[in-house]
T-cell receptor, first 109, second 115 residues
Framework: GQQLNQSPQSMFIQEGEDVSMNCTSSSIFNTWLWYKQDPGEGPVLLIALYKAGELTSNGRLTAQFGITRKDSFLNISASIPSDVGIYFCAGRGNEKLTFGTGTRLTIIP | GAVVSQHPSWVICKSGTSVKIECRSLDFQATTMFWYRQFPKQSLMLMATSNEGSKATYEQGVEKDKFLINHASLTLSTLTVTSAHPEDSSFYIC???????????FGDGTRLSIL
């Protein structure tokens, strides 16, 4: 099945650093979603974006829905140890979600 | 708190066994639920869309006779992996949303290991 291009594939950062990741698609989506997945668990919704150009924050997380409706980015400010995990973007056209390839975030002590 | 519950969380069984996984929406009715499969270090791949009161819609390449889906009520969908073999070992995750305008929420997944 189709997957969205998500980058970077992995990140190694120090605690306190800011993080940025993005997702691109060849198709237009009506909704962009960002999820975080911890090992052995299901994805947890972080931010949902519904309009092109929309910029939404959830605590230290900020995400934007690209103007072209084909891309989105997620920023995490002042990273903390519990931010470790895999982040997935997902685009929704009708009801189905298409997931990105994931960004694995590791915090170096 | 969790809005989608999945059971069991882990199953280990012998090859040839059929395994049933349940997905429940806890505080809302879901006419549509989704089933995904995730292999290690990979993304989630949609297997099928479960529709309450009607047949499930399967994605290309997913065998409907192998992965039986039943959505008998507005809060419960089940996935049965029939005659499971080692290649069916994977992490299976379900999701549901309150309506088409709301984001999908995911269960905690079921790790299936076939020996």
């Amino acid at each position: 099945g189709q997957q969205l291009n998500q980058s970077p594939q992995s990140m190694f950062i120090q605690e306190g650093e800011d993080v940025s990741m993005n997702c691109t698609s060849s198709s237009i989506f009506n909704t962009w979603l960002w999820y975080k997945q911890d090992p052995g668990e299901g994805p947890v919704l972080l931010i949902a974006l519904y309009k092109a150009g929309e910029l939404t924050s959830n605590g230290r997380l900020t995400a934007q829905f690209g103007i072209t409706r084909k891309d989105s980015f997620l920023n995490i400010s002042a990273s903390i140890p519990s931010d470790v995990g895999i982040y997935f973007c997902a685009g929704r056209g009708n009801e189905k979600l298409t997931f990105g390839t994931g960004t694995r975030l590791t915090i170096i002590p | 708190g969790a809005v989608v519950s999945q059971h069991p969380s882990w199953v280990i069984c012998k090859s040839g066994t059929s395994v049933k996984i349940e997905c429940r929406s806890l505080d809302f009715q879901a006419t549509t639920m989704f089933w995904y499969r995730q292999f290690p270090k990979q993304s989630l791949m949609l297997m099928a869309t479960s529709n309450e009161g009607s047949k499930a819609t399967y994605e290309q390449g997913v065998e409907k006779d192998k992965f039986l889906i039943n959505h008998a009520s507005l809060t419960l969908s089940t996935l049965t992996v029939t005659s499971a073999h080692p290649e069916d070992s994977s992490f299976y995750i379900c999701s549901a949303s309150r309506d088409r305008t709301q984001p999908q929420h995911f269960g905690d997944g079921t790790r299936l290991s076939i020996l």
